[in-house]
């Protein structure tokens, strides 16, 4: 019984770090479509159906309602790959 908890923790965590990755989740690279609406990106993530972006390293991440950033390609959308730096303790400021 005891080799068959191990191997449900063992499967549960390997697909819980699969979808991490394919979402860009974890200190991860976020890919987005985007039309240079605000100018120059520093970088930025997803969190729910808002990309948070910041225009440099000091700035605080603010959020994209008016869906200048896309999960999708689109016209006139260009594909950004995006990585998420966070702060020296892991925090993101938003």
Same mark, same amino acid.
């Given at each position: 019984?005891? *080799? !068959? ?7 549960? +965590?390997?697909? +819980? ?30 969190? +729910? ?19 200048? !950033?896309? *999960?999708?390609? +689109? ?15 892991? *925090?993101?400021?938003?």
């Amino acid at each position: 019984m005891l *080799r !068959f908890g191990l191997a449900a923790v063992a499967l549960a +965590s390997a697909l +819980s770090a699969t979808a991490c990755a394919e979402y860009g989740y974890g200190g991860g690279y976020y890919d987005a479509y985007y039309d240079n609406y605000y100018g120059p990106v520093y970088d930025g993530y997803w969190r +729910s159906n808002y990309f948070y972006y910041r225009t440099a390293p000091t700035a605080v991440f603010v959020i994209d309602r008016d869906r200048h !950033f896309r *999960r999708h390609a +689109s016209p006139g959308f260009n594909h950004f790959r995006y990585q998420r730096h966070d702060d020296r303790h892991g *925090r993101r400021h938003h």
